[in-house]
């Protein structure tokens, strides 16, 4: 059963330029979440989703960022228009259910690692 | 609004040493608590969690941790450390409701001397 996929793995930009990240969850898995992790600074999380559904997006910056998990297909997150300081390693994880239970627990990929140039 | 506070961005022990990683929560509601371990160039991998059963948890590589409601603590430990244990570990919180996510502390990085 292979694990969480993201690609590519590592990601570079030029300033202005659009960066999609890709994110296949375990098989299975319904709820995907995106995190993004800054040197010094630990995960941050940016967007819960489920199937074709945003369910929180609260740590998403306002503008130039967006993301989505179709019915069919990777959850892709994409940001437009990258600037440098977009720079950083973005986690994706998964998990079969909803969130709260004892069962709750996350699968997290490898990682996508955005440079901007 | 939930938090976790982990106290030291850096712990350097000798090999054979304890460990004793720090985190502190905060929360308005019971918590669920978590451990994770990052490996270079990984994601992050489930070391523990707290899920208001036990208060002492036990998880994998020789790993524990305490839940204190008192101290609002839920602090990580293992008894002789391992050159393998040289990693990032993040201590986080959720609510435990439908549409929770999980928050992560800043991470700490442990270093095992020879």
């Known amino acids: 059963n292979a694990g969480v996929m993201q690609n590519p793995r590592h990601l570079v930009r030029r300033r202005g330029q659009e960066a999609r990240l890709r994110c296949s969850p375990m098989?299975?898995?319904?709820?995907v979440y995106w995190y993004r992790q800054l040197p010094e600074e630990g995960l941050k999380f940016m967007v819960y989703l489920q199937k074709e559904n945003i369910i929180d997006e609260s740590g998403m910056p306002k503008e130039r960022f967006s993301a989505e998990f179709p019915k069919e297909g990777p959850s892709i997150l994409r940001i437009q228009q990258v600037v440098r300081g977009d720079s950083a390693a973005y986690f994706c994880?998964?998990?079969?259910?909803?969130?709260?239970?004892?069962?709750?627990?996350?699968?997290f990929g490898s990682g996508t690692q955005l440079s901007v140039l | 609004a939930q938090s976790v506070t982990q106290l030291g961005s850096h712990v350097s022990v000798s090999e054979g040493a304890l460990v004793l990683l720090r985190c502190n929560y905060s929360?308005?509601?019971?918590?669920?608590l978590f451990w994770y371990v990052q490996y270079p160039n990984q994601g992050l991998q489930l070391l523990l969690k707290y899920t208001s059963a036990a208060t002492l948890v036990k998880g994998i590589n020789g790993f524990e941790a305490e839940f204190k409601k008192s101290e609002t603590s839920f602090h990580l430990t293992k008894p002789s450390a391992h050159m393998s244990d040289a990693a990032e570990y993040f201590c986080?919180?959720?609510?435990?409701?439908?549409?929770?996510?999980?928050?992560f502390g800043s991470g700490t990085r442990l270093s095992i001397r020879p």
């Open positions: 098989k299975g898995h319904s709820h």
């Open positions: 929360s308005s509601v019971p918590p669920y």
């Open positions: 986080a919180v959720s609510d435990g409701g439908s549409a929770s996510k999980i928050i």
């Open positions: 994880a998964s998990s079969p259910g909803p969130p709260g239970g004892a069962n709750e627990k996350l699968f």
